[in-house]
């Protein structure tokens, strides 16, 4: 079955060769864009669909949501607003939450956010555990993990759990990590102080790619340690939050493959400082944004919202933004088939209530997003 798309106002295809495209057309075949070109020339297809000089643009791909948990900390988000400093420390809380929540407890909530992401234009969300902190825990937390997506994360090493902090390191590498690999794609650790130093992350990222998982990284969120160097070392797909950068890291990130992922939402909702987006730019690193989707640190599963607050806060322009929320997961997640729409990519698009890329973050907090196709299938209508 094909779908030809036309009277498209504005197309970003985030092509090279194609760029940002006016009075186009899109033919989708299957679950693949087939044809990509103005509207006038645009071959017969067996449906059609006139947007009428909408903006389409490529799905968004979240490539970072700690989605597996029961609770919320709502309480603990009030006491931020009113002072209080994040510092990971209510992790724990969540992980007492979800370990006390049974299996349709935690799938139902997954299900919802999922839903939500969704219905804001996102068409691929990888998912990471990290709030159970046991074999047991986190090997359930990949399962269901791996029922709503194929990017799926184990973060065993979040925090030390409060209940066994000793001998954890070798828990997460040895029968955890057996435990979860079959479920999980990606291995990740919270390099920081207070969670993991850089030598037990680089025990984790290690051992996780010894069992076949490739390595990302939450790095350099609350103080400037060595998680982005490590990235750099361990050839990791994302080095994520970047909030506290040396001028070391960012050359190191610049001469990398490793993917620069911005969290914004995590330092709206924890009052840190804003990442310097464009210092990477200007140094050339590639740059991803994310939600950071979880109950602590930025419970918000919007990426309309983080690429507002990408383009007022950290300056980056919106057109930065929009790429770095499609193209730049995507490369984040080192998925070549996603993030763009020319030949042959996946056919995950979205249809803006707007004539612009730009309204994204030209009117935040309005829900923009009118259609969501992925793998040619309209998800929302
Ligand atoms: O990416 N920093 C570590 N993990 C999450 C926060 C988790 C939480 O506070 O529950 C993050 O911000
Ligand atoms: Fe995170």
Known sequence: MSLLITDIGELTTNDPELGILRGAALVVDGDRVAWVGP???????DERLDVRGAAVLPGFVDSHSHLVFAGDRAPEFAARMAGEPYTGGGIRTTVAATRAATDDQLRTNVARLVGEALRQGTTTIEIKSGYGLSTLDEARSVRIAAEFTDEVTFLG???????????YVDEVTGPML??????????????????FDVAESRRVLQAGIAAGLRPRIHANQLTMGGGVQLAVELDCASADHCTHLSPADVDALANSNTVA????????????PWPDARRLLAAGVTVALATDCNP???????????????????????TEAVWSATK????????????HLAPGASADLIVLDAPSHLHLAYRPGVPLINKVIRKGTFLTQ
Do not use: N, Q
């Open 39 to 45: 509207a006038a020339g645009a071959p017969a297809a």
């Open 328 to 339: 730049g997961g995507a490369l984040a997640l080192r998925r070549l088939d996603l993030g």
């Open 178 to 195: 057996d435990a979860c690999a079959k479920y999980a794609g990606w291995v990740d650790v919270f390099c920081e102080r207070g969670a």
């Open 157 to 167: 090493a979040h925090v030390k759990p409060a209940d066994g902090a000793d001998g």
């Open 296 to 318: 602590g640190s930025s419970y918000t599963s919007s990426m309309p919202f983080c690429i507002a607050l990408a383009v007022r806060d950290m300056k980056m322009t919106p």
């Open 261 to 272: 992922t911005l969290l914004p939402g995590a330092e709206f909702s924890t009052r840190a």
